[in-house]
């Protein structure tokens, strides 16, 4: 019996989940929902149903788990809880401050209702969560550091594209090299994560637009810019479509820690993702972890958790004495 | 109120569990248990009770969770199972082709007496295992590669301290660069890991002994060396103490994983240990998993885990608001 499975928006996030669904042969896509018009969407699979996203309620029993792939900023907060009242949830919320907020939001509907909702499940937050989690466990007396990228950060593009005079933009987060270098062998690195990664754009600039005028904007601008060294690449539409169109991303966390009656031992701990394309993986992610919440309810459990709740075996369709055989 | 652990065996793993203890507030160490002479025994600690092992049975009222350190050939099989009796356990057995048959001893005993036992926790089992398994169920079309080194393997050392006219020895073992670069950039390796691996052995000799039998002897012993690309130095006594007297360890997962219509993306996951003291870095693992076996076996549960069964937020002494904010 395969998990039925629906998605909440088909963006690029959805599109990956789709395609994740295909590589994972105990699960079934059922349906998408959009709030786009239910014609403009075309699935892989020919069986699977599109339905507006106002008749979510109408589906409560056709899906076993619903994933949600809207954004942070204004989808999340208001769909997750709302689709916990009819299904099992799983989400990658990732505004780091609230996630807090979002999980008491989420756990009272999904808690009186009786499912389970994953949230924050993705790259960061998710492994790189679970990593430091884990690290920090182990090594008490130590450092993390968290580095993002090389890759595209989708709000610092988005905020050089809001700039006057800018056509369009790509902006990338670069670890720098030497910080990741010393936090590795046990150096001491500031947490100030803007002396740790340096911002490289490449804008499309109106004709005769002032490039002087629109690189000190960028580089000036507070909370995105200002305090970071910020590198700017004036290029033509072509170059951008050619050189800058695919979603690479990754990054690295690294505990350095000691140990022994002096702290005469040290240790480095790191994790590391190398992705060619950020949807897809957190995709990946976000199908894992469905199948965990189908698995979780299945035991009777409910109400909202994140990756730190669930047991690593939960991720797999697979029994114990293999699983041990096979990873342990 | 501090949790209350005890050590079975006091050797480089038993010593590295008591410094742990020190960097974890949550636990004292109450006792350690021996097979030795206990007046030779000298704790860090001076409230520290030393015991003759087989006094285990005495002390169950004293201790929350037992943590034994004895060796997985002929020590965990009968100790682990035996304490389970009386105590939550915690223990590294590592003979990977006998978990499953270590974890039905165990478990046997310690769902009859109501106890929480967690098995195979260290690095590798351990973390490793952890690795392999999150990051297989994320990108479940692709290979896992398990690098080991650089470091010395002890079961090696003792092999060559075998050989006639060897008085003294070390043996690293090396990942093959060429291959981790391979992995890590989604090239396809033998799944064949003598292969990978470069075997480096420091040998003293008796003085007069024949090294090129010697030789001869380490590089085609079989399970050992044979197939294995073997390098042997030939050093003096003095070389060796001062120059391999450390236990470093440490090593690889890399998990390359395809997505995509056509898995046209790919991905490279990749979890790295560089250790100064494998058995202070195992010790570490040990301890954060005592607190889980304590804490689970509060909540009522009982029988053998391994850590794919213990959710990441057992590990830290922690509420959940925090250790979302903090590492989420």
């Not at 590589?23 to 507006?52: H, W």
């Not at 996203?53 to 954004?71: E, T």
Request: with cysteine; glycine share 8%.
């Amino acid at each position: 019996m395969q998990i039925k499975i629906g998605i909440v928006g088909y963006g690029n996030l959805g599109k990956g989940v789709e395609k994740a669904i295909t590589q994972n042969p105990d699960m079934e896509l059922k349906a998408i929902f959009t709030r786009r018009n239910c014609e403009s969407i075309k699935p892989l699979g020919s069986s699977v149903l599109v339905y507006e996203l106002k008749d979510l309620d109408q589906h409560s029993a056709d899906i076993d788990v619903m994933i949600l792939c809207g954004g942070s900023a204004s989808d999340l907060p208001e769909q997750t809880p709302t689709a916990a009242r009819w299904f099992n949830v799983v989400d990658s919320f990732d505004t780091h401050a609230k996630i807090n907020e979002h999980l008491t939001a989420v756990d009272s509907e999904a808690a009186s209702s009786g499912h389970v909702a994953i949230i924050s499940v993705g790259w960061d937050p998710g492994m790189f969560s679970i990593n430091r989690l884990y690290s920090a466990a182990i090594l008490p007396e130590g450092e993390t550091y968290t580095f993002w990228g090389k890759g595209i950060s989708q709000g610092h593009s988005d905020a050089i594209r809001r700039v006057d005079g800018v056509l369009d933009a790509r902006q990338y987060t670069v670890p720098i090299e030497e910080a990741v270098e010393l936090a590795r062998s046990g150096g001491k690195l500031t947490t100030d994560s803007t002396k740790r990664h340096i911002r490289e754009c490449f804008v499309v600039a109106e004709e005769g637009a002032d490039l002087d005028r629109i690189k000190n904007d960028i580089v000036t601008m507070p909370n995105y810019f200002a305090g970071y060294q910020t590198i700017v690449h004036f290029i033509s539409m072509d170059e951008l479509k050619e050189k800058h169109s695919a979603m690479p991303h990754g990054g690295f966390v690294i505990r350095s820690g000691h140990t022994g009656c002096e702290n005469e031992n040290h240790h480095a701990i790191e994790y590391s993702l190398k992705l060619d394309s950020n949807p897809e993986f957190t995709a990946g992610v976000l199908v894992a972890y469905a199948r965990a919440a189908h698995r979780l309810n299945q035991e009777g459990k409910n109400g909202c958790l994140t990756a730190f709740d669930v047991p690593p075996a939960y991720l797999l369709p697979m029994k114990r004495e293999e699983m041990i055989r096979k990873f342990l």
